[in-house]
């Protein structure tokens, strides 16, 4: 017996399996973490949506806090939810309210309705008057902060600090072909599937944990729902190829914060280094975020904006 015990072949069998016994044991505890990390995530869910009616639109919102308004603006193809972990925090602080904007997420598309940049600037200004709010801080993400630009544009004396991360303040980011492309609405909604989904979710985030089954859940939604929702997508591609970009941005009065993910695939350093020089604001990045710095490092952008937001003009 003690013979067999002390053959070379049994003792790599039991290393192999002392090591394999300490593998599963590692994976079994990994996947606990991330198991309770992913439930987190899931359990964290939006407030209550208001709405309201904004000839033509009605448009659907959250709002949540006290103190100092914060609007939030997503971009193109998102709603409310990518938001969500700045709602939950920076609620505790501020009056926290966020849209989907006019033919976004929950509130109305309306297929005959220009969504270029002057025409949802607009409609934005009446949506606040309806709220009541003459002057709140500004947060835009990709398209949102092309828009959040433009109202301080607009109006700087309602917006007076304002916030971007990475905006699509660039015409050269989305190809020509998509103004031509409006009548293939139809077809693009019957070949989007949760699969398409999941493969756009992992270039706009470079954190994996954020593309789980719930998040392409709330993301594929609109677009399972309504046909016309992939109409508006394209019609809205307008407000990032509007000619005047980015020199209508030159020298805003507002005082702005220019937020980055250094592993981002949609919106390139170079452009954002052109709207950096444009508006005379330097570019904060982190190393680790994508597109969407507000989900893949959501603690790091509710601490760059509740510091920026608390700072005094």
């Known amino acids: 017996m003690n013979a067999i015990l002390q053959h070379p072949l049994y003792l790599f069998a039991t290393a192999l399996f002392v090591l394999a016994l300490t593998g599963l044991t590692f994976w079994i505890l990994k996947g606990?973490?991330?198991y309770k990390k992913i439930q987190k995530e899931l359990q964290l869910h939006l407030p209550h949506f208001n709405k309201v009616f904004v000839d033509p639109f009605e448009i659907f919102y959250v709002k949540q806090g006290q103190g100092p308004a914060i609007i939030f603006l997503h971009g193109i193809g998102a709603s409310t939810y990518t938001w969500r972990f700045q709602i939950e925090e920076l609620s505790k602080d501020f009056t926290v309210i966020a849209l989907d904007l006019p033919g976004f997420g929950q509130s109305s598309k309306i297929v005959h309705w220009d969504y270029d940049l002057d025409a949802m600037t607009d409609i934005l200004l009446k949506f606040f008057d309806t709220l009541k709010i003459s002057q709140a801080f500004l947060v835009g993400s990709s398209m949102g902060g092309t828009l959040t630009l433009n109202l301080a544009r607009v109006a700087p004396h309602r917006f007076k600090k304002i916030a971007v991360l990475a905006p699509a303040t660039d015409p050269r980011l989305v190809p020509q072909l998509v103004d031509h492309l409006h009548w293939t609405h139809r077809w693009v909604h019957r070949l989007l599937n949760e699969t398409v989904i999941r493969k756009i979710m992992a270039l706009v985030h470079a954190n994996p944990d954020m593309?789980?089954?719930?998040?392409?859940?709330?993301?594929?939604?609109?677009?399972?729902?309504?046909?016309?929702?992939?109409?508006?997508?394209?019609?809205?591609?307008?407000?990032?190829?509007?000619?005047?970009?980015?020199?209508?941005?030159?020298?805003?009065?507002?005082?702005?914060?220019?937020?980055?993910?250094?592993?981002?695939?949609?919106?390139?350093?170079?452009?954002?280094?052109?709207?950096?020089?444009?508006?005379?604001?330097?570019?904060?990045?982190?190393?680790?975020?994508?597109?969407?710095?507000?989900?893949?490092?959501?603690?790091?952008?509710?601490?760059?904006?509740?510091?920026?937001?608390?700072?005094?003009?």
Request: a positive charge.
């Open 32 to 34: 606990k973490f991330l």
């Open 211 to 313: 593309v789980n089954n719930d998040s392409i859940k709330n993301y594929f939604s609109p677009y399972s729902e309504d046909p016309n929702a992939i109409l508006v997508f394209l019609k809205a591609t307008s407000i990032m190829t509007d000619k005047r970009l980015p020199k209508l941005f030159q020298s805003l009065p507002s005082e702005t914060l220019l937020l980055y993910g250094e592993k981002d695939k949609m919106v390139k350093l170079k452009y954002v280094k052109k709207i950096s020089s444009l508006l005379n604001t330097p570019i904060i990045s982190h190393p680790n975020a994508g597109h969407h710095p507000q989900e893949d490092e959501s603690e790091w952008v509710n601490q760059q904006l509740r510091s920026f937001f608390h700072q005094k003009i």
